[in-house]
T-cell receptor, first 111, second 111 residues
Framework: EAQVTQNPRYLITVTGKKLTVTCSQN?????MSWYRQDPGLGLRQIYY???????DKGDVPEGYKVSRKEKRNFPLILESPSPNQTSLYFC??????????FGEGSRLTVL | EDQVTQSPEALRLQEGESSSLNCSYT??????LFWYRQDPGKGPEFLFT???AGEEKEKERLKATLTKKESFLHITAPKPEDSATYLC????????????FGTGTRLQVTL
């Protein structure tokens, strides 16, 4: 089944404790992206990757890092999480053109 | 800066009561306008892509239309299973890097 898989789905952590949210897609898509979704603000892009080893900032990249060492994986790294990073995170992928396929989401709470 | 505004914020319909959701946008050249459906606790699910003014697409009880400034998602004779948040997003010409999302319309269809 074609899918985008994120882990963990739910996480509660404390300020400053590094964490990684993994994302994997099995559709051989070149493009991958991370979004965060907050009430009243909609989905906002954090980082994106057009292909392996090519990443760039989206609209809200502060406090986040990404890497794209393999085509299928695009982890999101929070080096020192803060409470304002409490959010619902979505990973998405697509071929060169066309619609985005989203993962199921990762709900992160930073205390 | 690209902007997407969706209205109404929330809509409650009785089963069989048709209505329309609005998506107004400003973008420096439209590459595509996308409609997604999002169920609680899930990632957005692709519905339609529209590329040029005058274009229409249909899927079951849903029909999406596009003008130069807005898009409508028409819901004909809705059923309770159509209850969800409907998201609109635009992709600007000259960029393959991101979608700009609206904040969505939360639709509830009651018996």
């Amino acid at each position: 089944e074609a899918q985008v898989t994120q882990n963990p789905r739910y996480l509660i952590t404390v300020t400053g404790k590094k964490l990684t949210v993994t994302c994997s897609q099995n559709m051989n898509h070149e493009y991958m992206s991370w979004y965060r979704q907050d009430p009243g603000l909609g989905l906002r892009q954090i980082y994106y990757s057009m292909n392996v080893e090519v990443t760039d900032k989206g609209d809200v990249p502060e406090g986040y890092k990404v890497s794209r060492k393999e085509k299928r994986n695009f982890p999101l790294i929070l080096e020192s999480p803060s409470p304002n990073q409490t959010s619902l995170y979505f990973c998405a992928s697509r071929p060169n053109t066309g619609e985005l396929f989203f993962g199921e989401g990762s709900r992160l709470t930073v205390l | 800066e690209d902007q997407v505004t969706q209205s109404p914020e929330a809509l409650r319909l009785q089963e069989g009561e048709s209505s329309s959701l609005n998506c107004s946008y400003t973008v420096s050249g439209l590459r595509g306008l996308f409609w997604y459906r999002q169920d609680p606790g899930k990632g957005p699910e692709f519905l339609f892509t529209l590329y040029s003014a005058g274009e229409e697409k249909e899927k079951e009880r849903l029909k999406a239309t596009l003008t130069k400034k807005e898009s409508f998602l028409h819901i004909t004779a809705p059923k309770p299973e159509d209850s969800a948040t409907y998201l609109c997003a635009v992709q600007a010409s000259g960029t393959a890097s991101k979608l700009t999302f609206g904040t969505g319309t939360r639709l509830q269809v009651t018996l």
